[in-house]
């Protein structure tokens, strides 16, 4: 079965520092993988997605992604934090069982941006 | 499109009543999922529908939980009998096509059990 491991339930960061959340998959067929932000009282909302067609995933609001085989991660990187990016991230992959895309979560990823 | 709809955003039931919680999903998606989100659990799949057949319900709790998508547009989740365990944020989505496609989400029913 497919799944992803987030490490670090919380994570706290300055405005203006890097940010860095990170995520490792296990699956047994090249996965597509995903991260989303859930914003308080909110669904979750697709931030950028790996579909294999490049490496390096760019999404929303400046965020970024490397699929790294060798290391089976998918991190999420911005390099300059901004208040309004304080949320709760979680990674994801895909199992397209069924004829779908069943999407497995991680336990998610709070993100504080301090002044 | 207006997204997904789920109604109602808040449900306060007394345990032992019947809850039925509703999802309209986007028009033209043929998956649709119902998750549970909880401090202690995390985001938790119960059930994913896709061409409106339940494809995979092991996430479903127990025999007190129920899904049906009568429709391509159209899917309830009950809770008979609901007990205070079963409070949570529940949220459905819908995607289009397989593998990569994007699942959007609604904006949850905030369940509390009393």
Not at chain 1, 99 to 114: A, I, M, S
Not at chain 2, 22 to 27: D, E, N
Not at chain 2, 68 to 76: C, E, H, L, R, V
Request: with cysteine; charged share 15%; aromatic share 10%.
């Amino acid at each position: 079965a497919q799944s992803v491991t987030q490490l670090g339930s919380h994570v706290s960061v300055s405005e203006g520092a890097l940010v860095l959340l990170r995520c490792n998959y296990s699956s047994s067929v090249p996965p597509y993988l995903f991260w989303y932000v859930q914003y308080p009282n909110q669904g979750l909302q697709l931030l950028l997605k790996y579909t294999s067609a490049a490496t390096l995933v760019k999404g929303i609001n400046g965020f970024e992604a490397e699929f790294k085989k060798s290391e089976t991660s998918f991190h999420l990187t911005k390099p300059s934090a901004h208040m309004s990016d304080a949320a709760e991230y979680f990674c994801a992959v895909s199992d397209p069982a069924g004829g779908g895309n069943k999407l497995t979560f991680g336990t998610g990823t709070q993100l504080k941006v301090e002044l | 499109d207006a997204g997904v709809i789920q109604s109602p955003r808040h449900e306060v039931t007394e345990m032992g009543q019947e809850v039925t919680l509703r999802c309209k999903p986007i028009s033209g998606h043929n998956s649709l999922f119902w998750y549970r989100q909880t401090m202690m659990r995390g985001l938790e799949l119960l059930i994913y529908f896709n061409n409106n057949v339940p494809i995979d319900d092991s996430g479903m709790p127990e025999d007190r939980f129920s899904a049906k998508m009568p429709n391509a547009s159209f899917s309830t989740l009950k809770i008979q009998p609901s007990e205070p365990r079963d409070s949570a944020v529940y949220f459905c989505a819908s995607s289009f096509g397989q593998g990569s496609a994007e699942a959007f989400f609604g904006q949850g029913t905030r369940l509390t059990v009393v």
